[in-house]
């Protein structure tokens, strides 16, 4: 059995019936759909990555109910799982017919295990990453540097933020790895809009331009940030932002450990930034506790990290102590517009 998924049981109830649903395909236009991607709670339990498929565990049995698979879906798509794909590559072996699942929850329907607790213990394992879920956000990681490495060696006046787009997507595809969100290339002034895709602006002399993207490999995120001159060489204002972000990174990396609270971590890096928006300027020095509060919201309007995994904003709460297996990103900025 999956190490997780057994991780889990011992966690439930026996005597409660717990069912998890696979998510099912989304109709994008007419009869194409969008590229399915299973839940990630049902992929960390199972690593079940086919369409419209329910998982029940009652006094440790482990039932999967699934559609059946006609001659022409085998023909024209074959995206399903076969029954002994199923039980490869799950380790549950007892597979039933779908059609039959309404009654078997009818019968059992006094004894269910309300689905937000069902929910609270699995993002109680998933924040804990073992070696080997550490191991594939480091693959991701490494493809993610490749493109960005390529970018920074091909990035000119003249691009257009589609080009920086596309090129991060081909370097995602040549490592049969996809977008673990919506790439965004953000040049000036398109910076400022924090999940900003539209990619429609070309890039001009002293432009400056934010991309924020991450492979996702076996269904594992990551998740980097950077800002590039596209003219290759910062002005003397814009080295001292960027030089800003860079020690307030800085800060984070050295503060960040097992045992503190997140929050207080996060408090640290704010007052941090505080200091450095107060040496640019940006913040006057005879500001009062609210003003700073204020403007610090204005240029840093987001928090420095978020926890990184199966979700690109994995599960996980802020008012937790940070404990080793967990992962978190580390994204200090500075947006002036």
């Known amino acids: 059995m999956k190490q997780t998924l057994q991780a889990f049981i011992n966690l439930i109830p026996s005597d409660k019936l717990v069912v998890l649903h696979g998510n099912t395909e989304a109709l994008r236009n007419g009869d194409v759909h969008f ?13 079940l990555d086919a369409p419209g498929l329910i998982v029940t565990i ?3 049995e482990m039932i999967i109910w699934r559609e059946s698979i006609t001659d022409r879906e085998i023909l024209w798509w074959h ?16 597979i ?15 004894c269910i295990l309300e689905s937000d607790i069902v929910t609270e213990h699995i993002h109680s394992l998933r924040i804990i990453k073992n070696s080997s879920e550490i191991e594939k956000i480091k693959i991701a990681n490494r493809v993610t540097k490749k493109a960005f490495d390529y970018i920074a060696s091909i990035i000119k006046p003249g691009m257009y933020e589609y080009k920086v787009e596309a090129e991060i997507a081909r370097i995602f595809r040549s490592h049969h790895m996809t977008e673990a969100y919506p790439t965004i290339a953000a040049s000036w002034p398109n910076t400022c809009v924090l999940h900003y895709t539209r990619h429609t602006r070309q890039l001009l002399d002293w432009d400056l331009i934010l991309i924020d993207a991450g492979s996702e490999y076996m269904w594992y995120a990551s998740d980097v940030t950077r800002t590039f001159c596209v003219w290759g060489t910062f002005s003397q204002r814009q080295q001292e932002v960027y030089d800003a972000v860079a020690r307030t990174k800085k800060i984070a990396e050295n503060t960040i450990k097992p045992g503190i609270l997140f929050s207080e971590y996060e408090n640290v890096v704010i007052s941090h930034m505080n200091l450095e928006l107060i040496a640019l300027g940006l913040i006057p020095e005879n500001s009062s506790d609210t003003e700073i509060q204020k403007l610090s919201r204005k240029y840093y309007p987001h928090r420095t990290s978020h926890f990184l995994g199966l979700d690109v904003h994995d599960v996980g709460p802020r008012d937790i102590i940070l404990e080793k297996g967990m992962v978190l990103t580390i994204e200090p900025g500075i947006y002036i517009e």
Do not use: C, G, M, V
């Open 35 to 47: 590229p399915f991607r299973q839940s990630s709670d049902f992929l960390y339990l199972t690593d």
């Open 58 to 60: 009652l006094n440790n």
């Open 79 to 94: 995206n399903k799982l076969l029954d002994d794909e199923i039980r490869n590559i799950s380790w549950i072996s007892d």
């Open 96 to 110: 039933r017919n779908k059609d039959l699942f309404d009654a078997y929850y009818t019968d059992h329907n006094e």
